[in-house]
């Protein structure tokens, strides 16, 4: 049986209600407390403090604080009115002390489901609100990575349209440079026949002339044979169907290319690393075999000792194809389209493939018009 604590001291207000209970030399960790509208329990074996107030306290805000050798309990009455007893009238039947007893756990235990209730949804609703604050974030990252993306596609688009109008320039400008070149070879030409035909009248002129001043008449004609020589022909294409003027470009082209290779850059490479049809070749069998790099490497090579021969660079340009290097494969094929300048029928096929490499590459990069 538990003893009974009966010497505990309370004060009250209209409003508050003060309640000491002694401890009695127990610990404070072996007191249970239990508290509702209108019962009070503190349990400390072997004493046990039962309360039940003469009326109901409001459960949210009163307290209560273990020490000093007591339970101070600081309760708030739901009613401003005066107790003038702390018990209640029925304080002193067993059957009513039991009920309340019950009542009061099952309230503390309704109150302690709320309460775990409360809990549960608060920590759903955080657990929301951080999932919507991460979908946010998650949300503006892509929208900063979406534009990122598009102004670099922006600039590398401007960048690929200031290049292709400087290539249209710079084309412009060497279109009439060779024009101006031609028609000043065209003036020459025809300087040259004006002053050999007034060098041939000159000298008819001045045999006729002579032959009268011997014989006193004009002189019959000489009998005589022309002799026509014909100059060979590089290119099989019939004479009535050749483009002389772009053939000879393209022969002076070619001749210029075959005499850089003679030039040697480094002394300590090998014989066979200073010729570049060697290293073409060499960059050839590395493209065979898929190692595009060191493809790239040969070809590279041999464009710094021969910086004019157009297969060079158009071969580079598929390496870079294959390697997604596309603006590094529109600029090679560009090149090698300048060294196949004029276009004549026998660098057709050259021309061809740095065209086609060069609109696939325009066509990986979406730029459908400029690879049509």
């Not at 059957?95 to 756990?105: D, I, T």
């Not at 929208?143 to 084309?171: F, G, N, P, V, Y």
Request: glycine share 2%; hydrophobic share 35%; proline share 4%.
């Amino acid at each position: 049986m538990p003893l009974v604590v009966k010497d505990y001291s309370w004060e009250e207000t209209d409003v508050m209600v003060w309640i000491t209970v002694p401890l009695k030399g127990v610990k404070s960790n072996k007191v249970d407390i239990t508290s509702c509208e209108n019962y009070l329990k503190v349990s400390y074996p072997p004493y046990l403090f039962e309360c039940l107030l003469a009326a109901a306290v409001d459960c949210t805000k009163g307290s209560a604080q273990v020490g000093n050798g007591a339970v101070t309990f600081k309760l708030y009455k739901k009613e401003a009115v005066l107790w003038y007893s702390l018990q209640h009238p029925d304080a002193e039947n067993k059957e009513v002390m039991k009920m309340k007893r019950e009542e009061a756990q099952e309230e503390i235990r309704n109150r302690l489901e709320e309460q775990s209730k409360e809990i549960a949804e608060t920590k759903r609703q955080h657990e929301k609100l951080a999932i919507n604050e991460m979908m946010k974030l998650e949300e503006e990252e892509r929208s900063r990575i979406s534009e990122i993306k598009e102004s670099e596609r922006q600039k590398a688009t401007e960048d690929l349209e200031r290049w292709k109008e400087e290539q249209k320039l710079l084309a412009a400008k060497e279109k009439e440079r060779m024009l101006e070149a031609q028609k000043q070879q065209v003036e020459a030409e025809k300087e040259r026949d004006r002053e050999d035909r007034k060098k041939q009248r000159k000298a008819r002129s001045a045999n006729i002339f002579e032959k009268q001043s011997k014989d006193g008449a004009a002189p019959p004609r000489d009998n005589g044979k022309i002799v026509v020589k014909h100059t060979p022909r590089v290119f099989p294409t019939p004479g009535r169907e050749s483009q002389s003027e772009q053939e000879e470009e393209w022969l002076r082209k070619q001749a210029e290319a075959k005499r850089s290779i003679e030039l040697s850059l480094d002394a300590d490479l090998k014989e066979e690393e200073k010729n570049p049809q060697w290293l073409q070749d060499k960059g050839n069998s590395f493209f065979a075999s898929g190692d595009y790099k060191a493809a790239i490497n040969a070809y590279t090579h041999a464009i710094r000792m021969t910086p004019k021969l157009p297969a060079l660079y158009s071969n580079r340009a598929a390496c870079h194809l294959k390697l997604r290097n596309f603006f590094k494969c529109i600029e090679d094929c560009s090149k090698a389209m300048d060294l196949l300048f004029p276009a004549v029928p026998q660098n057709a096929s050259s021309r061809c493939k740095a065209l086609v490499r060069r609109g696939t590459a325009f066509c990986e990069l979406e730029l459908y018009v400029e690879g049509e």
